[in-house]
Protein backbone atom coordinates (compact mmCIF):
# COMPACT_ATOMS: atom_id res chain seq x y z
CA UNK A 1 0.00 0.00 0.00
CA UNK A 2 1.00 3.67 -0.41
CA UNK A 3 1.38 5.51 2.76
CA UNK A 4 1.71 8.95 3.06
CA UNK A 5 4.09 10.17 5.35
CA UNK A 6 4.05 13.70 7.95
CA UNK A 7 6.56 15.12 7.57
CA UNK A 8 6.57 14.50 4.49
CA UNK A 9 10.74 14.68 4.04
CA UNK A 10 10.76 12.81 7.69
CA UNK A 11 13.74 9.82 6.53
CA UNK A 12 12.89 8.13 9.39
CA UNK A 13 9.08 7.55 8.72
CA UNK A 14 10.03 6.97 5.03
CA UNK A 15 12.53 3.91 6.25
CA UNK A 16 9.74 2.67 8.75
CA UNK A 17 7.12 2.96 6.23
CA UNK A 18 9.60 0.98 3.89
CA UNK A 19 10.93 -1.79 6.05
CA UNK A 20 7.09 -2.84 6.69
CA UNK A 21 6.62 -3.33 3.06
CA UNK A 22 4.73 -0.67 1.98
CA UNK A 23 5.54 2.85 -0.68
CA UNK A 24 6.03 5.80 1.28
CA UNK A 25 5.07 8.34 -0.44
CA UNK A 26 7.08 11.46 0.83
CA UNK A 27 8.42 14.63 -0.54
CA UNK A 28 11.51 13.48 -1.98
CA UNK A 29 11.12 12.27 -4.92
CA UNK A 30 9.03 14.65 -6.28
CA UNK A 31 11.56 17.43 -5.45
CA UNK A 32 14.40 15.69 -7.12
CA UNK A 33 12.29 15.67 -10.26
CA UNK A 34 11.88 19.25 -10.06
CA UNK A 35 15.91 19.69 -9.12
CA UNK A 36 16.51 17.21 -12.38
CA UNK A 37 14.72 19.07 -15.03
CA UNK A 38 16.79 20.77 -17.84
CA UNK A 39 14.91 23.29 -17.40
CA UNK A 40 15.33 24.82 -14.91
CA UNK A 41 18.44 26.52 -14.47
CA UNK A 42 18.46 27.72 -10.51
CA UNK A 43 16.79 25.17 -8.02
CA UNK A 44 15.72 27.77 -5.57
CA UNK A 45 13.36 29.19 -8.54
CA UNK A 46 11.92 25.50 -9.38
CA UNK A 47 8.51 26.77 -9.41
CA UNK A 48 6.77 26.13 -12.50
CA UNK A 49 2.94 27.70 -13.65
CA UNK A 50 1.66 24.18 -13.42
CA UNK A 51 2.95 24.20 -9.40
CA UNK A 52 1.32 27.28 -9.53
CA UNK A 53 -2.24 25.63 -10.66
CA UNK A 54 -2.13 22.67 -8.58
CA UNK A 55 -1.77 24.29 -5.46
CA UNK A 56 -4.77 26.44 -6.11
CA UNK A 57 -6.42 23.16 -6.04
CA UNK A 58 -6.04 22.41 -2.54
CA UNK A 59 -5.98 26.14 -1.14
CA UNK A 60 -7.46 29.62 -2.41
CA UNK A 61 -5.45 32.41 -4.01
CA UNK A 62 -5.65 34.14 -0.35
CA UNK A 63 -3.30 31.62 1.00
CA UNK A 64 0.09 32.32 1.54
CA UNK A 65 1.93 31.11 -1.39
CA UNK A 66 4.23 29.26 0.53
CA UNK A 67 1.81 26.72 1.43
CA UNK A 68 0.23 26.65 -1.85
CA UNK A 69 3.09 25.31 -2.73
CA UNK A 70 4.14 22.97 -0.14
CA UNK A 71 0.18 21.44 -1.42
CA UNK A 72 1.35 21.32 -4.81
CA UNK A 73 4.07 18.74 -4.18
CA UNK A 74 1.88 17.16 -1.11
CA UNK A 75 -1.85 17.15 -2.43
CA UNK A 76 -1.34 14.44 -5.06
CA UNK A 77 0.62 12.44 -2.62
CA UNK A 78 -2.26 12.22 -0.20
CA UNK A 79 -4.23 11.88 -3.36
CA UNK A 80 -2.52 8.61 -4.64
CA UNK A 81 -2.06 7.16 -0.50
CA UNK A 82 -4.13 4.39 0.74
CA UNK A 83 -3.03 5.45 4.46
CA UNK A 84 -1.21 8.22 6.27
CA UNK A 85 1.56 8.03 8.95
CA UNK A 86 1.02 11.67 11.41
CA UNK A 87 3.54 12.51 13.47
CA UNK A 88 2.39 15.10 15.90
CA UNK A 89 4.66 17.86 17.67
CA UNK A 90 8.31 16.60 16.40
CA UNK A 91 11.27 19.03 16.87
CA UNK A 92 12.54 21.04 13.59
CA UNK A 93 15.01 19.03 12.67
CA UNK A 94 12.55 16.01 12.37
CA UNK A 95 11.14 17.08 9.24
CA UNK A 96 9.48 20.08 7.38
CA UNK A 97 7.57 21.17 10.27
CA UNK A 98 7.97 25.28 9.76
CA UNK A 99 4.41 25.94 8.66
CA UNK A 100 1.94 24.57 10.62
CA UNK A 101 -0.62 25.99 8.44
CA UNK A 102 0.53 23.74 5.70
CA UNK A 103 0.98 20.93 8.18
CA UNK A 104 -3.05 21.32 9.31
CA UNK A 105 -4.44 21.60 5.65
CA UNK A 106 -2.56 18.27 4.88
CA UNK A 107 -3.97 16.41 8.13
CA UNK A 108 -7.28 18.43 6.65
CA UNK A 109 -7.13 16.67 3.59
CA UNK A 110 -6.40 13.38 4.91
CA UNK A 111 -9.16 13.56 6.83
CA UNK A 112 -11.37 14.30 4.24
CA UNK A 113 -9.64 11.45 1.89
CA UNK A 114 -11.28 8.88 4.84
CA UNK A 115 -7.80 6.77 4.68
CA UNK A 116 -6.80 5.04 7.49
CA UNK A 117 -4.34 6.91 9.22
CA UNK A 118 -2.59 6.76 12.44
CA UNK A 119 -1.10 9.95 14.48
CA UNK A 120 1.20 9.28 16.80
CA UNK A 121 3.07 11.96 19.49
CA UNK A 122 6.99 12.54 18.89
CA UNK A 123 8.17 10.66 21.22
CA UNK A 124 10.46 12.53 24.37
CA UNK A 125 12.40 9.64 25.59
CA UNK A 126 13.13 6.25 24.55
CA UNK A 127 10.70 4.26 26.43
CA UNK A 128 7.97 6.22 24.55
CA UNK A 129 10.11 6.22 20.85
CA UNK A 130 9.75 1.78 21.56
CA UNK A 131 6.34 2.10 22.09
CA UNK A 132 5.94 4.75 19.20
CA UNK A 133 7.08 2.21 16.97
CA UNK A 134 5.31 -0.49 18.28
CA UNK A 135 2.27 1.68 17.21
CA UNK A 136 3.40 2.35 14.06
CA UNK A 137 4.68 -1.20 13.25
CA UNK A 138 1.28 -2.51 14.22
CA UNK A 139 -0.99 0.10 11.93
CA UNK A 140 1.73 -0.90 9.06
CA UNK A 141 1.03 -4.72 9.40
CA UNK A 142 -2.74 -4.14 9.68
CA UNK A 143 -2.86 -2.50 6.46
CA UNK A 144 -1.60 -5.55 4.29
Known amino acids: M ?5 PPNSLILFDLVERFGHEPLGTMAPIQERIDKTEVDMPPMNVSLDDVVKGLKYAGVEVPSGIRGRLALWGPLIEAADAALIMEDPPFNFGCVGCERSNEMAKYLIRRRGIPALTVRYPDDKEEAV ?5 IKEFLEGLK
Open 2 to 6: KVFID
Open 131 to 135: MTVGR
